[in-house]
């Protein structure tokens, strides 16, 4: 136990028996709202609360008692499980029992009011303290009741309830207890900039020290969006073994699938659904709805990994512990065959409120396997014959000094593109070292590289072909400043940013006749005349994952589009290469642990092909004007002019 623990609330509680007060404080959360609060009738279970109805929540309670060691408890839930309740019992604790500051955080305003004016006050009249609610300073001025919609004052302290973007209601004065519902409901940041708004809400509690209580929970959404994951993950990962009532063996339930030898199951009579039952994992018995109460009253919370923060318990339960009387696994398995009917969000649903687990949206992508099979005869380094002119993209990688896995660096690719918008890769290039000075480290390599003449290329019939155009990720604004001062140093390379769509603004034209308001890249200028060309990069990312799936031709040439890869790149380029999956909406996702550096480069290396030959298309149109061509011919100069001259100049067929 923490010693602040010790020092402050054991001495609090032996001062209140020192005056020998009517009702001492209540160790346990749990032990005070047993028999005290009484749910109204239009409850699933109205009358006093039982801890046998929830048995589960009794440790989730009694983590957030002044006494208990645990700081921060987060909780992964599914819906009707009765999680809402506990949280409010904990609230009513700290305001009832054990008085402390707290602040309630719900993910929306909406949520916010229909929480504070529907569960709160219901929730203060069935615990029996009513009268204790008001003003503790006196203001005939103001005529304060201490009773508001958002904020109820107390002997002891004050309840105070905020939206999760409610900037001015996170930032005020200390708070001791910390309830935050729903966090999955909430962009991540404030809309007044001040950051992450779990970051600062919490810091509200920095004065407790050990002595504060952080209790986060919500059924979660995405993968790569779900904070509570993230919660979860970082805590101990606790789940509710419970023992078949044959067998007796303890294990978590999990609904499972067709193939699951154990799992929800379910009887169909005549196509119709008519029973669901649980098959024990270990005997494969039977287990029947109404075995729920007596399987959750002797189940327990085991940890299934260890972690460094001894402090933060994590939970994850899903809607198959619900409580005899409330979602039964037959209601279940009949919400799961009306989801399989919709496999995107009827599952999405299913996924987040049902299994109280994060939706992970699988997409397409091309068969690395097949990718791998464009590899060609020619080595890194060497410009193959087809190459018309190079362009580059280089990803900047803060990682860690620390872990060798993921250094800081620069990851570039060197790209050639041929008519037909046929591409050569021909070099993947890393440089290793700090990134956050341009002028040393990784920067100072590739300075150096580039100083040495390497961005120049010598091509088919030895015609010298240098890097017409380079593009550096400026990220996401944490190195921007150091791109744009790498790239104010260097001839032809420019920052970039990348942008999942690009629409046009007033007086732009759209870059497709089918789709005015779409635009490929567009240049701004940034940081004292600097050019800085944003990137549509769903855009590109689909041009590229259609070229990686063109097939190679028995002879050249190769199709339009197709792809050709260095012989000596290893399997490491590819899987980064086809490491996003493309949804169904037209957006593309990178789950967690696949690196992506190779995909990124590609998409910068592609966009400048294109402005490359926009601006030759423009020079060529001015060039045009100037020898007194007429209006119909200019008009009809485009990329294929571009492309057709490039070939004559090095003797190839278009």
């Known amino acids: 136990m923490h010693p602040e623990i010790i020092d402050s609330d054991y001495t609090f509680l032996q001062d209140l028996n020192d005056k020998k007060p009517i009702n001492p404080p209540m160790d346990k959360i749990s032990e005070y709202i047993e028999g005290k609060r009484i749910l109204p009738p239009n409850t699933p279970f109205p009358g006093f609360w039982r801890n046998s109805r929830t048995p589960y929540a009794v440790e989730i309670m009694d983590n957030m008692a002044p006494f208990s060691p645990i700081i921060e408890t987060s909780f992964m839930k599914a819906a009707q499980l009765g999680l809402t309740a506990t949280a409010e019992n904990i609230i009513a604790y700290w ?231 409330m979602l039964s696994w037959l209601e279940l398995y009949d919400v799961y065959l009306k989801a399989l009917k919709d496999p995107v969000d009827g599952m999405r649903s299913f996924t987040n409120l049902y299994l109280g687990l994060p939706f992970i949206e699988t997409g397409t992508r091309p068969d690395i396997s097949k990718v791998i099979e464009l590899r060609s005869g020619y080595s890194a380094g060497t410009v193959p014959k087809g190459v018309l002119y190079i362009t580059g993209g280089v990803d900047v990688q803060r990682g860690s000094l620390s872990d060798p896995k993921n250094p800081p660096r620069l990851e570039m690719e060197i790209v050639g593109i041929g008519s037909k918008y046929k591409t050569w890769s021909i070099m993947y290039k890393r440089f290793e070292g ?32 240098p890097c017409s155009l380079m593009f550096i990720d400026s990220g996401d604004g944490n190195l921007t400043d150091v791109v744009y001062s790498f790239a104010s140093l260097a001839e032809n390379i420019f920052p970039s940013k990348g942008f999942s769509k690009i629409k046009t603004k007033k007086g732009e034209k759209g870059d497709i006749p089918t789709n005015q308001d779409f635009k490929r890249y567009r240049a701004i200028k940034v940081n004292q005349g600097m050019v800085l060309y944003e990137i549509a990069t769903n855009y590109y990312k689909k041009q590229i994952y259609r070229n990686l799936r063109v097939p190679r031709a028995p002879i050249d040439p190769q199709r339009a589009g197709f792809c050709e890869f260095p012989v000596d790149y290893g399997e490491k380029f590819f899987k980064m290469m086809t490491a996003e999956e493309l949804r169904s909406d037209g957006s593309f996702h990178c789950p967690r642990g696949r690196r992506n550096e190779a995909l990124d480069c590609r998409v910068m290396a592609r966009c400048a092909g294109d402005i490359y030959l926009d601006a030759k298309v423009m020079d060529f149109k001015a060039a045009a004007k100037a020898k007194g061509g007429d209006q119909a011919y200019v008009s009809q100069i485009n990329h294929r002019s571009v492309i057709e001259l490039l070939c004559k100049k090095q003797g190839l067929t278009f």
């Open 95 to 325: 305001m009832d029992e054990y008085p402390a500051e707290i602040l309630y955080i719900s993910s929306t305003e909406s949520l916010l009011i229909k929480w504070a004016t529907k569960r709160l006050q219901p929730l203060i009249d069935s615990c029996g303290f009513k009268e204790k609610i008001f003003a503790q300073t006196e203001n005939a001025k103001t005529r304060r009741s201490g009773d508001r919609i958002f904020c109820k004052e107390y002997i002891g302290g004050t309840l105070d309830m905020a939206s999760a973007q409610s900037a001015a209601g996170l930032r005020s004065d200390s708070k001791r207890i910390l309830v935050r519902d729903e966090v999955d409901g909430a962009p991540a940041q404030l809309r007044t900039g001040e950051g992450n708004w779990l970051d600062v809400s919490a810091a509200r509690t920095n004065a407790w020290g050990a002595r504060k209580k952080i209790m986060n929970f919500s059924t979660p959404t995405t993968a790569d969006l779900s904070v509570i994951l993230k919660l979860y993950e970082s805590g101990d990962q606790r789940k509710y073994f419970v023992p078949c009532p044959i067998c007796g063996k303890f294990q978590v339930l999990e609904f499972g699938n067709e193939q699951s030898e154990y799992g929800v199951k379910a009887d169909f009579k005549a196509g119709k659904l008519k029973d669901a039952y649980y098959v024990c994992e270990y005997c494969h018995e039977a287990i029947f709805n109404y075995n729920k109460t007596e399987m959750l009253n002797k189940g327990e919370w085991r940890p299934t990994t260890e972690t460094e923060r001894d402090y933060h318990r994590s939970y994850h339960l899903s809607s198959l512990y619900s409580p005899v009387g």
């Open 434 to 465: 700090p990134v956050d000075d341009a002028g040393d480290g990784a920067w100072a390599d590739l300075q150096k590289w580039i100083e040495e003449g390497n961005l120049n290329f010598i091509g088919y019939n030895k015609v010298n072909i």
